[in-house]
C-alpha cells in the first residue's frame, strides 16, 4: 500500500513509437480552460515525440486528479512508456500549509491544556480523517487512469 500520492510504473509494447504516439492523440485532445460539452476525449493535454503531460477529463471537482507525465524510450522491437502519476504541486503546497497552520494552533493549545483531552483528540484526528478522503480521491482516480492508458497505450480501445 502506498501512501504518497505518487504513482510510477512502465508500460511496455511491442509497437513502435508512431504506433503508440497515434493511438495516445486518438484519445487526447487539447488543454481548454473551460468544457460545456460533453462530447470529449478522455484525456486533455501534451504528446510529444519525447513524452506527454496529460490529465483525465472529469466533469466533477477532485483536486486530487493525478496531473500524469509519461516519456517514451524506444529499444529494439518494443516501446517503453514511463509513466508518473502525482497531484498537482499547487495543491500539495497548499496541504502542506494547512496542516502547519493547523497543527501550529492545535499542538500548543493542547500542550497548555487549554482544553479538554477528548476535544483535544478530535483537533488532532480530524486533519488525519481529511488525508484519508484525498488519499483516496487519488488513489482512485490513478487506479483507473493507470488501467485506461495501458489499454490505450497497447491498443485495446
Do not use: C
Request: net charge positive; glycine share 6%; charged share 15%.
Amino acid at each position: 500500500m502506498k501512501v504518497l500520492p505518487d504513482n510510477s510504473f512502465t508500460i511496455l509494447t511491442p509497437d513502435e513509437l508512431p504506433i503508440v504516439l497515434q493511438r495516445l492523440n486518438a484519445q487526447v485532445e487539447p488543454t481548454k480552460a473551460f468544457r460545456f460539452s460533453k462530447k470529449h476525449l478522455p484525456y486533455q493535454g501534451t504528446i510529444s515525440e519525447s513524452g506527454f503531460q496529460i490529465s483525465r477529463i472529469i466533469h466533477y471537482r477532485n483536486s486530487f486528479l493525478p496531473v500524469i507525465r509519461g516519456r517514451f524510450e524506444v529499444e529494439s522491437h518494443q516501446t517503453l512508456i514511463h509513466v508518473q502519476m502525482k497531484i498537482h504541486p499547487f495543491v500539495m503546497a497548499f496541504l502542506g500549509f494547512w496542516f502547519l497552520s493547523w497543527y501550529g494552533a492545535v499542538i500548543p493549545i493542547t500542550l497548555t491544556g487549554a482544553m479538554p483531552n477528548y476535544i483535544a483528540a478530535l483537533f488532532v484526528g480530524m486533519p488525519m480523517l481529511m488525508l484519508m478522503i484525498f488519499w483516496v480521491a487519488f488513489w482512485s482516480e490513478a487506479n483507473r487512469s493507470r488501467s485506461e492508458l495501458t489499454q490505450i497505450i497497447q491498443g485495446q480501445v
